[in-house]
Structures are given as C-alpha cells and as structure tokens.
C-alpha cells in the first residue's frame, strides 16, 4: 500500500513507524500509574535472582497444575497434534493467496515478537518507571522482560532441539521431525511464544488499572504476529499454536505469581545481580554482581 509514495514495509524499513508505535504504547503504559494507587512489585534491578529463583521453580510447576490448568494444557497439546494435518495444506493455500497488502502486514506485525519492538517497549516501561517514580511500571518491565527470556529463550529452543524439525522453507515434508540436531529449530514458534508471553504479561498487569480494555489490543497483535510467521512461509500452523501456548502459560505465570514486597530485590548481604541493556553490535544483556 502506498504510503506518501513508498510502501508500508519500507516505512518500516526505514525505521519511521516502529519508534511512533513503542512511544504511542509507552503513553498508554505512563497513565497507568495516574489511575490506580501503586502495589508493590519487582524492581527489575534485583532481576538476576529473581529470574534464577523462577527458573529453579519451573521444573515443578506441572505437579502444582489444578484440572483447570492441566484441561488448558491438553487444550493446546491436543490442537496442537490436530494442526499437524493440515500444515502442508494451509501453507499451500497461503503460497497461492499472497497479496501486497497482507504482505506488509505480516511485515509490521511480526517484530512484536522479537528484539525490534520488545525491547523498545520494555525497555521504555524501566525508563518510565524511574522518570515517573511507578514500582508499577517497573515491575511491568521485570515481568514482561522475565516472560519472553523463560518462553522464547530457554523453553522454545529446548523442545526445538527435541523435535528437530527444519522450518518450512528449509524442508519438503511438513511431518518430518530429526531429534537432538542443531539444524531443527521450527517447531515450536519463537517469534509466536515471545509475542504471547509479552502480551499474556502486560495484560495480567494493566487489569488493575484498565480491566479487560488492553486484552484485545495485546492478544491481537501476538494473534497478528502468529499468522504473520505462517504467512511468511515460517512457522507451520501447529508450530505457532503450541509457541502461543507456550507464551500464554509463561506470561500468565509470571505476572501472576505473589512476591511479598518488593521482591524482585535480593536478601541483605547477598550479591545483587543486575541485568542492563546492551545495543552497540545488537541486543544483548550486561550482567554485573555487587558483593
């Protein structure tokens, strides 16, 4: 679609709509703490031990489930398996379906589940936090920052390297799974996982404030980054289903979970992991320790 004489995609290209689209969200994330009194939440400079201290939890958080949570699971597990038969179908469909316009949406939406938007949006919820004195905020930040490293980061390239199965654009045969090779990294959705876990957790947290008025916005643009992985020849349906599954159960989890006071902070006389933003060659983590 024309866009003053270029094309959305290279709007985004040139880095024009993304900068206006984290600040219009970080506007919305501001006013949150004007609405609502403050509780106490993580403060994201103690994040390396609370990180640490959910990753220990996380192995055992299946034998906790209630029939809820376990129906949930065999939810996604279940549409999971029945997707896998129309995988090759749907990709066909959407091979012989392209259109310019659902081209550069897939484009624009599909940042929302890595680096691009991430961690503008986190990193823009720390700094608001500060400059507006919010543990609101920055407990937003700690959470969602928390959520994507669990989902995308650590869960995702587990079960990637346990099914093995190549990416659609890399195989001819939708049911072929290689087991314990570094070549296998599709299923399940990366970008799809760090999209919900993001969503799933800035949702839990506004509900305070906003109610349920967010939810449709955030599960909308993680549902937006879902197709656009299947569109983009990416991610087989059934892969974006269980990452979504997958980053829906981590960002709930997370944002959920009670931590009394500001307990993102470590115990006196214990080293204080800080986890910072890094950019000079990409994104990346410095991590540092005072004793």
């Known amino acids: 679609m024309p866009l003053q004489g270029r094309t959305l995609k290279d709007a985004f290209r040139s880095n024009r709509v993304a900068p206006l689209a984290a600040a219009a969200f970080l506007l919305a994330q501001c006013a ?166 993001l969503a799933s957790s800035l949702d839990i947290d506004l509900r305070d404030t906003f109610g349920y008025w967010q939810t449709p916005v955030l599960y909308g643009m993680a549902a937006s980054v879902a197709r656009s992985r299947i569109y983009d020849d990416k991610h087989y349906l059934s892969e974006v289903i269980l990452g979504g599954g997958i980053g829906w159960a981590v960002g709930t989890w997370v944002a959920r979970k009670h931590r009394a006071g500001a307990a993102g902070k470590p115990a006196e006389g214990k080293p204080a992991v800080t986890l910072l933003p890094y950019f000079p060659g990409g994104p990346g983590l410095i991590v540092s320790s005072l004793f």
């Open 32 to 197: 949150a703490p004007a609405f609502c009194g403050e509780r106490p939440a993580p403060d994201p400079l103690g994040y390396g031990g609370r990180l640490w201290s959910d990753l220990k939890e996380l192995p055992t958080l299946p034998a906790r489930w209630s029939g809820g949570q376990w129906a949930i699971a065999g939810g996604v597990i279940g549409a999971t398996g029945i997707s896998l038969m129309y995988d090759e179908k749907i990709r066909s469909y959407n091979e012989s379906h392209r259109k310019e316009f659902w081209q550069n949406v897939s484009f624009a939406s599909t940042h929302f589940g890595d680096y691009k938007y991430q961690v503008p949006i986190i990193t823009a919820l720390w700094t608001g936090g500060y400059a507006f004195g919010s543990v609101r905020m920055r407990g937003m930040a700690a959470d969602a920052a928390e959520s994507s490293i669990i989902a995308a980061l650590i869960i995702n390239p587990a079960i990637c390297f346990f099914t093995g199965r190549r990416l659609p654009s890399k195989q001819d045969e939708p049911s072929s799974f290689r087991p314990f090779r570094h070549s296998g990294y599709s299923f399940p959705s990366g970008h799809t996982s760090a999209a919900f876990a």
